[in-house]
């Protein structure tokens, strides 16, 4: 009845002579896939679960299923009370540490409490520091993949290692000083007067509902423009500033940028052989076209401001065209250019994703609002109508409603730190070689109810006078800790202050019905960025 094939005997003998070379290729893809899996329970660390073959326990973030956010704090949960853990990012393994007392913190801390005065808190002699203070000699770089060959902007600061970084933080340093920032007033003042005439304007002649992720971008682009650089971008109200387009592109996943970060913990020497480039080209042109002809024209007209451009020539002149140094010990103008973009980069994105969670936790807490504003408005009828950085200083609520912003919205969801040096970890046997990555999961630990009651609720009082000493020690990171901390967290907290204080006093924000609750956030970014938040806002009689 039925036709049964007759194999042709010839096909047969070819399909079984493919059949072997078959099997051995699957087998070493196979292999190839699982071959560094076996690290953790080499040195005897517990995975929180089995690694899949090429994915690691990255699977759903490298497939846009989760924001790896979401796929730490599983990991995080799944590790239970062990103080850290072993996981793989495709093929790389990366500690996971949990552990307060690993992360760092020293034995004395200081805190500056409501009324100005400095207070000391004595933490318990047992309680020392590791990874990121005082073992921080064998932890000293980030251990992110830079690929400075082919993407020279990635020779900043952020991505340099031992002493070119040390060399660099030392320069940019004094940048950030309290007394650099009173010569941003004026700068600063200028942003957030445009802000709120773009604010009225559109509240006025287009809506009174804003997405104000974009609008506190473009803010931020302006001011970092203009403190940092002393130019005035205006992308507030220019659509088409070239600024804002080319700042957004660095943030905004696509999927050139995912396949690249799936490469870099799979085969990272593949994107060196290939020469692929982080960034578009039209993005590294610009940017590097836009500081060096900063920096040239500051050259020409030997125009004096005290800001960022300022340290960075300063730097010039040590690092690059300074005859002494050995060849060795010298940076070249395309460093300079280089940490004049990473100040711009990091500088905007992070400020203004943090105003915006500010001002949408500020909507749904109304209570929160209101208290903030009256704080805002005595401090302000007693400086006669002005703020400037000095008078931020007294406005310990906002400081509080700040800091709980960050502790639930951390910019940078994870700190990153390779071992430099072997290192045994404290209380074990286990010894991590030079080039094991460490992953300090920030925002699983930010949620941790162990450490925060109601982890979800947005509490500023957590980060009272009288609260703040029962936080545990380790377990607030927004900005890092230890010599490699935020370089700019003095500079971001005047420029958020500055800018929420004029926002709130002159206006009140209200969900309305495009607000997204809870925030739903962009997959792939490597920084915590809301998809949208929309919020109604309404004029007050001020
Ligand atoms: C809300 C605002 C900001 C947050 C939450 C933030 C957060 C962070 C974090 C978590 C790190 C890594 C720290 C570590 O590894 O220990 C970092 C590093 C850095 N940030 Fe920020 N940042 C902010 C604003 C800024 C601003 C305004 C600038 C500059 C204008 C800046 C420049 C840098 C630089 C250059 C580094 C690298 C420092 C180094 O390796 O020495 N950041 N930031």
Partial sequence: MFAVPEHHPSLLAGALLLLPPLLLLLLLLYLYATWTHGHWSALGVPCPSPPVPLFGHAMPSMLGRMHFMDVLHDLYRALGDRRFGGIYTMRTPQLLVKDPELIGECGVTMTITANGRPRLLVLPVFFRCHILIKDFNNFTDRGLYAGTHTNPLNNNIFFTRGERWKTMRQKLSPTFTANKLKYMNEQVKECTDSLLSTIGRTVREVADRIEIRDMMAKYSTDVIGSCAFGLKLDAINDPDSEFRKHGKTVFQPSLRSKIRVAVIFMQPSLLGIFRVHHYSHRTITFFRDAFRQTIEHRQRTNEDRKDFVHHLMKAREDLVLNPDLKPEEKFTEMDIVANAYILFIAGFETVSTSMSFCMYELALRKDVQDKVRKEIMEVKAKHNGEMNSECLNELPYMGMVIKETLRKY????????????????????????????????????????????????????????????????????????????????????????????????????????????????VIGSFVNIPESIWLKFKKLDT
């Fill in 410 to 521: 951390p910019p940078l969801v994870t700190l990153n730190r390779v071992v430099t040096k072997p290192y045994v970890l404290p209380g074990t046997a286990v010894k991590l070689k030079t080039g094991t990555k460490i992953v300090i999961p920030v925002h699983a630990i930010h949620y941790d109810p162990k450490y925060y009651a109601d982890p979800e609720a947005f509490e500023p009082d957590r980060f009272s006078d009288e609260n703040v000493h029962n936080l545990h020690p380790n377990t607030y990171m927004p900005f890092g800790d230890g010599p490699r901390f935020c370089i700019g967290k003095r500079f971001a907290e005047f420029e958020m202050k500055m800018a929420l204080s004029e926002v709130l006093i002159n206006y009140e924000v209200t969900p309305c019905e495009k607000t997204q609750i809870p925030i739903k956030y």
